[in-house]
């Protein structure tokens, strides 16, 4: 059974940049064909996806995070990171990795979540 676990600093400074890493373990991130996303929690509100790095290796982000967002990976490692850049108090947030089975659509796996307050 696959698990995600996030890792990371928990506050941040307005302007500095985010970075989350995510350690896969029970299956591979170049596994055919599953898509490795970050999605966010703001406090109070609902769910929102920031981007993906597929199982070979390219990367589709959401268009309102774009200009701000970079996913990389370690295969070696078995993780992908989340690069969040000129961070502000509007992106405090859980966030979260969540592995997509491409042929379902479907988020079958979940990491725990990690809290990161983005202080001004």
């Not at 970075?19 to 609902?46: A, H, N």
Request: glycine share 10%; with cysteine.
């Amino acid at each position: 059974q696959v698990q995600l676990q996030e890792s990371g600093p928990g506050l941040q400074k307005s302007s500095q940049t985010l970075s989350l890493t995510c350690t896969v373990s029970g299956g591979s991130i170049t596994t055919m064909y599953y898509f490795w996303s970050w999605i966010r929690q703001p406090p109070g509100k609902g769910l929102e996806w920031i981007g993906y790095m597929s199982y070979s290796g390219y990367t589709i982000y959401s268009p309102s995070l774009k200009s701000r967002t970079s996913i990389s990976r370690d295969t070696s490692k078995n993780e992908f990171t989340l690069q969040l850049s000129s961070v502000t108090p509007e992106d405090t947030a859980v966030y979260y990795c969540a592995r997509e089975d491409g042929t379902t659509k479907v988020w079958d796996a979940w990491g725990q979540g990690t809290l990161v307050t983005v202080s001004s």
